[in-house]
Nanobody, 124 residues
């Protein structure tokens, strides 16, 4: 099992920026359906939702409509790190953010391994 550790969360005001990082202990997956990183978020009482994903082999990315143009996912393949640059943050971006590995797309159930999460709080 892959151990994932997120960092970079915090409290910012509306319009601010944060950069989340997620380090994986390894990346043992080899099948196409397992070769994506994902960033997800969850607020209490709601389901976890997909935010951004990146294909490890080619760097192809996809985003939820709610964050397009504001968030950017990137990676350092050699170091097994994935990043989420979040700009122009809004109050509705407040959530616990999780990274995931060993899956594909923006669907929670597609992923094998999860980090413990990092809290992002945006205030007006």
């Amino acid at each position: 099992q892959v151990h994932l550790v997120e960092s970079g969360g915090g409290s910012v005001q509306t319009g601010g920026s944060l950069r989340l990082s997620c380090v994986a202990s390894s990346y043992p997956y080899t099948r196409y359906s397992e070769m994506y990183w994902g960033w997800f978020r969850q607020v209490p009482g709601k389901e976890r939702e997909g935010v951004a994903t990146i294909y490890r082999e080619e760097g192809t990315t996809a985003y939820a409509d709610s964050v397009k143009g504001r968030f950017t996912v990137s990676q350092d393949v050699a170091k097994n790190i994935v990043y989420l640059q979040m700009n122009n943050l809004k109050v509705e971006d407040t959530a616990m953010y999780y990274c995931a590995a060993g899956g594909w797309g923006l669907i929670v159930s597609n992923y094998e391994d999860w980090g413990q999460g990092t809290q992002v709080t945006v205030s007006s």
